[in-house]
């Protein structure tokens, strides 16, 4: 089998999970060229602040409502937080503006954040926030089993994406397989 072969072969669309390859030359040279806005904001000084102000609205929203229970509040607020930051971290690749010509459009945002390296401050803080907000709830759901059980499988789903093990891993259960993206 020639070289070219090899390269030029499709993945598996049988797969449902694969490892991103790394990136190409041209890809390294075109992040390196502009700075990336869309993953830098994350160490703003304000950025930091925004999560527990997104959990606090959350939580106000859904006390709001009427003949809502506080297990229930709590929860539909772990829930919510943990969908929207798994569907922002983890599920969105590229960037959502077009200035650096694609340079991420097959990276998201937690692999964007300062550059892939693990262990950051900021990637310690974002993996903070959902365990204390899955503590916080569990506690004020009164740690009845039926709420951990809902909160503890939000929590996992969103944190094991966030593990190193799992950098540049991916799942095809609903975006089909690699090479129709």
Known sequence: ??????????RRSSSIVYHEP??????????AALPNLNAEWVNAKGAWLIHPILIFSLK??????PGMSQETSWTLTNLSYMLGSYIMFHWVRGIPFDFNAGAYDN?????????????????K??????IVLFL?????????LSYF????L???????????ATHRLRTTFFSGPPEDR
């Open 136 to 144: 916080v709830s569990t506690h004020y759901t009164h740690y009845d």
């Open 154 to 164: 939000a929590t996992v789903a969103v944190i094991i994406p966030k593990l190193p």
């Open 149 to 152: 059980s809902i909160n503890l």
């Open 22 to 31: 790394p990136e190409s030359i041209e890809h390294m040279s075109d992040q």
């Open 107 to 123: 990276l998201n945002m937690w692999e964007q954040i300062d550059n892939g390296d693990q262990y950051t401050p900021a990637k």
């Open 125 to 130: 803080y974002l993996l903070t926030v959902p």
């Open 60 to 65: 106000i929203l859904f006390d709001i409502v």
């Open 1 to 10: 089998m020639s070289l070219n072969t090899v390269q030029s072969r499709k």
